[in-house]
């Protein structure tokens, strides 16, 4: 295809991109540079329907005509990204210079807000992704061999765990997860402890948002799965069979196979998903024991007073992470398109 | 007060205000409100609309979120909102950016009806009107402290004890419950806590934290005596889930919003039982302070700087008609209105009794934010057990320094 | 083919796989099921804290309402709160963003198929890591300027904003799809006068239309629940369903109507039961030819 006729192709999609993603990232990218100017402050008397108090007060008028001066604030270069709220150099040599164990240096490190999200974000991301393939291919199998009639509503019912808006699953599953709610009460029964609480201790909040990521996920990996399964070629296994070929050696010899690029396709979708995994943080109130890396944006951004430049060093880690993570995928993909290329 | 109940009420006033004349002394103007959505603020929006009319037109935003619109909104210019419904946090960018203007001449002409405990006054500049009140206070159950043989409690240490005595008698596993949530919740709990004891949260005129010490380690440790009274989800815990308990009479002492009275006094989701014996009290004081461990919060109206002086005037007249003592009067029950004419109900006891007390207001401070965020997000490992108070409040003042250096507050 | 080689497979391995799948179901449907039975109930016994058998016998129902079922919450959200107009809103901005996207989506996804230069498979890429970010961050960013510009507030910059946010998946998607229908079709369209686009017009659209229905599935899944998005750019009067829903949950000022999002969230399942059953064939015949090249 020419160049031009290329573009001509690309442009609608690629202007949509360039304005609302490219340009933000770039001026996201931008602040996360700078910090706020100096903050002028003066002590006022403030009064109000329960008395009168002195405080600090920002002095606007200095502080606007400093703002005139440098609108987009102070640079700092990459001081926020090192800084304590993300990845904390100076405390981390702090920490790894008066350890007294390698233990006690990694709890210094999970004491600090980004290893402590990161830590559970990566958990979660390595757990959620292959259990979501596994857990997706064998209900792909297992839907594949009912009898048509069954397939349909199967299919549907096999969605709802995708379909219902998270913000609001998450929340219908906290209440029944609760000490005194429907799973809550069986989980007791079953483990035979009254006290059992999923949401107090952190092991069993992580299990409780790693099953749930499991579960919301596996219906997109089933969708693309099952799809793949109905272009086995039956030639293969027919072939397989009369090889003399177990049902378990035609799985894995000749379905899996053919349904490999499904996995990396999912895979990618997943990894990057799951990465940025937030709803259900707070939709079980995990922050205490489970925040997320996009749980430290969302509390960045809708604090008392917006971090704006914080969130956005967030952000641009999260990006530089997920890249790291799809790497070895990309690279594959890199090698299938010089492998195509004409 | 119930939704449908509000709602006729607001289809009223659309009404009128469609047909009625402009019958609020403007006569043009476009007003714009931006606020939280609950039951109070909507009554107050629903009697501004009914200054809508020839040459005026009043339209509103209500939204939970609307914290995280109102920066950029007023900022615009011309601004989106030409008014926006705030609280004592919540007004402190604002002021802080400049995005609202002075009110005093608008007060003189337009405001005799408005009492002067109303106005929030920011270094002698009217910059805001409030009209209701709100403070966390208990709630306590008389038949089960009763049958537990104690006193309803006026200090926290009274509530540690009084939920001992409730377990001792087996009444209860978890008698007490606070909005403890991992968050601003927690957040605002140490709040209270330390204020109860009196403390400073930053060395007087700096921006420098002050919470590292004794007093904090205090406001730390009667937290931590609480949270052992109450349920081990604790840190899960928000309005909701409290209220939640409390009617399903989980609970016999619990320190809660004000404005929560209503629903828990009403006769859905509870039985008769646990509503008629519910009562609601002053917050307690705690470590022998004279002032109770809570915090006092209003809900005002500001207007924006960036609008015409025509379109500000609209607004600060409409929202006047808002918060008139008619609209007022009708909404009663809605919240702890700080309007001339308010009838105080049964809901409203435990704030009246907590401002009465001599509580503080929550610090209108610019860089207060900054140190509620990091208390909220810095305190759970030491609630939890994992950590010592020391080291918490180190790690909130180290949180506290990163963002403050970051906002420019320190160098 | 599937049926011959399950006639043949030993007894237990059907048990097996059959047990494992209703299982499955059961696990998938139950939080659903467990929701629609509740969304009848008062919010004393969906979310009762004293005993979870209250949600199956209504006690406080019946006590509330005089039945064990009741039909207040849907009251309540569709017609005391409209909740129809969410509906509608969220009827325009989905049929739209779906649109929009897709056609955006066949076309560029065609190009980069087509196309053998390296800078397509870059385009690729960045387009991946531009999904990448998180849009919490994006829609703070769009804030000052929409409210500068006059923009904010209205359906048709919602609509744009999401097709942006969600243009790298259908672009990455439709791609593959692309892949998969030969490239002789085109070319053999080209040698016969067509210039490209002429080709990609009688040829390539008559048979794309799997790909793009199931692409088009998961656009407006994206669509239909987002919340980032749609919360943050939408005045009051064109709220969408996901975040009206998320209003009627209260706040820490006052309890919200619990039962109002519940059967809010029951009624916004409907219209995808409905879609799925429709589109249930071409989903999977469209992955089917498309998705397999990854």
Known sequence: MRHKTFLWFILPSLAAMILFIALPLVSVVVQSMHIEHEQVLVVTENCGPFGCTQESSVDTEATAKLRAEQPLGRFAGLATYFDRGHLASAEIAEAWANRESLGDFFAELYNLPFYKALAFTLTYTFVVTPMVIVLGLLIALGVNRLTPALKGPTIFVSLLPMIITPLIGSLILFWMIDAQGVIGKSLQWIFDDPELSLKASPPLTWITLIVYGIWSGAPFAFVVFYAGLQTVNSDSLEAAMIDGATKWQQIRYVVIPHLMPLAVFISLMQLMDNFRVFEPVVGFSAQANAPSLSYIIFADMRSDITRFNSAAATSVLTVIGVTILLAPVLVRTWRDFKGKAV | MSMMKLSMLGAAAVFMGTTAYAGCGVTSGNVSILGNDFAAIQAVAEGAKQCAGDGVTVESNLNKDYRDLQIAALTANPAQYSTVVTTNAAIVPLIGEGLIRPLDDLIAKHGQNISKNQLITVDGKVMAVAFMANAQHLFVRTDILEKAGVEVPTTYEDVVAASEAIKAAGLMEHPFATTSQTGWNLGEEFVNMYLGFGGEFFKPGTAEPNVNNETGVAALNMLKSLTEQSNPDFLTFDSNAVQASWEAGDLAIAHLWGSRGTGILDAEGSTDEIVSNTVLVSSPTVGGGSTPASSLWWDGFAIAANVSDEDAEASFVAMLNGISQENVKANNDAAVWLVEGYQPSAASAGVLATATGGTKPYPMIPFMGLMHSALGAELSEFLQGSESAEQALADVEAAYVSAAKEKGFLQ | ?294
């Open chain 3, 1 to 294: 083919m599937s049926s011959t080689i399950a006639n043949r497979s030993s007894r237990s391995l059907i048990v097996i796989s059959s047990a494992f799948v209703l299982l499955w179901v059961i696990v998938a449907s139950f939080p659903f099921l467990w929701t629609l039975w509740g969304s009848f109930k008062v919010q004393g016994d969906f979310f009762s804290k004293a005993d979870w058998t209250q949600a199956l016998t209504g006690t406080r129902t019946l006590i509330e309402t005089g039945g064990t079922f009741t039909g207040k919450g849907y009251e309540g959200a569709w017609v005391q709160e409209e909740f129809w107009r969410a509906a509608i809103n969220t009827f325009i901005i989905v049929f739209f963003t779906v649109v929009i996207s897709l056609t955006f989506g066949t076309l560029g996804g065609y190009a980069l198929a087509r196309s053998g230069h390296n800078y397509s498979f870059w385009l690729l890429m960045i387009a991946l890591v531009f999904r990448a970010m998180p849009h919490i961050t994006l829609v703070s960013g769009y804030l000052l300027p929409f409210f500068e510009w006059n923009l904010w507030g209205h359906i048709p910059t919602a609509i744009i904003v999401l097709v942006a946010i969600n243009q790298p998946f259908t672009l990455w998607m439709l791609h593959s799809f692309f892949l998969n229908i030969p490239k002789d079709l085109d070319e053999s369209a080209k040698v016969d006068g067509c210039n490209q686009f002429q080709a990609f017009r009688h040829v390539i659209i008559p048979v794309m239309w799997p790909g793009v229905i199931t692409t088009g599935l998961f656009s407006f899944l994206l669509a239909y629940n987002d919340f980032s998005v749609t919360s943050m750019l939408l005045s009051e009067e064109n709220r969408t369903m996901v975040p009206a829903i998320y209003g009627f949950l209260g706040s820490t000022q006052e309890e919200g109507n619990v039962m109002f999002a519940v059967a809010s969230v029951v009624s916004a399942t409907a219209p995808l039961f409905v879609l799925v059953m429709f589109f249930q064939r071409q989903i999977v015949s469209g992955l089917t030819a498309g998705a397999v090249k990854g």
